[in-house]
């Protein structure tokens, strides 16, 4: 994948209700942080800085903590991404050794000495640090018309002349077009008993689908083993991607910024939609075989070849190797890509469902860089 990218380059979710609400600082977080830590379980602690760990997929700021005896134990405070943090103003020596903070926060499931640090406060001046600020650009005034190639269809990435990527998606989670279920920005939904409502599943799969669910998505792959985000899901993580045509060889490379820079191939010359599951040069594994023909302005895209091996949406909706996508990509005008798919999959759904929702386009920056595992073992 870095030889494409170099080849190439040379590359709102509905609310969750209050019982579920975290603060803001976990607005961005990759995978849903309950997972990990009890929501139940509120802490606060002061204590010194050791080291800083500046790193995704999260940062994490270690602190010697002095008990009431004497004794002093090292907790580790888990926060957003780099990326989260940069674009919202802080750096990796905002905080260093020997600076003495406040910490409040959510303590690990597990009982380790892990705490998810809804605020972060310097002891010192009182000044709240490494906190996650929407940095959303602001829609212009008036929209601009979605630029052509010289085929005469919409350009769906960056004009030559500028960088540029798709990023804040209008929705995070995947639910069947119609339907209203309350759920937070990872999947897990206000109701548990409105599982049935997010699409027509097949009982097996609701009944997996709700295990995952009261199970705080702790079984994620992603979370677990750094699995990409396939299928859907990367079409709405908050790190956006980019659409770089390839007009000589008739493709579209799809990259994909939370997915450890990942990519997908759309291919437009006429090859039939064949590829095997276990992956190959051109079915990067997670996200299947595209192949796609221009309807008018909208890129119409049958994906299929998927594994079992990731979860295909955030908040764990299952899926079988029947599954299908029918997606059509459109550019309705310069700032929007317009995303709608249709999912088939006789294995795990009793019907064929839609969903739909838009991506904001982000001029003159590059796709953030963001590896899973940086600081995963």
Known sequence: MTRARRALRSRGAAALASALALTATAALAHH????????????????????????????????????????????????????ALVKSGWRADTLKPGDRVTVAGITARDGTRQIWGESVTETATARKVLYWVDTAPAAPAKARPAPRGPDGHPRLGALDTEGGYWGYPTATVLVQDGAQVAQNAHGLLANPKDAARVAPLQPWALALYQRRQERQLRDDPMFLNCKPPGGVRYLQSEYGIQLVEDRERQRIFVLIGGGNHNYRIIYLDGRT????????????????????????????????????????????????????????????????????VTIEDPGAYTKPWSAHWDLRWIGGEELPTFFCQDNRS
């Open 32 to 83: 849903e942080i309950t997972a990990k830590f009890d929501d139940t379980k509120h802490a606060t602690l002061t204590g010194v800085v050791t080291d800083v760990d500046w790193r995704n997929p999260h940062v994490h700021v270690f602190i010697n903590v002095t008990g009431d005896a004497g004794s002093v134990a090292n907790w580790a405070i888990e926060l957003e991404s780099t990326i």
């Open 273 to 340: 939609n064949r590829g095997q599951v276990r992956g190959d040069d051109d079915n990067p594994l997670y996200y299947g075989r595209g192949t796609g023909h221009w309807d008018g302005d909208t890129l119409v895209v049958e994906t299929t070849g998927f594994n079992e091996d990731f979860w295909f949406t955030n908040g764990g909706l299952p899926h079988t190797n029947l599954l299908r996508l029918t997606e059509r990509f459109s550019r309705p005008d310069f700032e929007t890509l317009r995303y709608e």
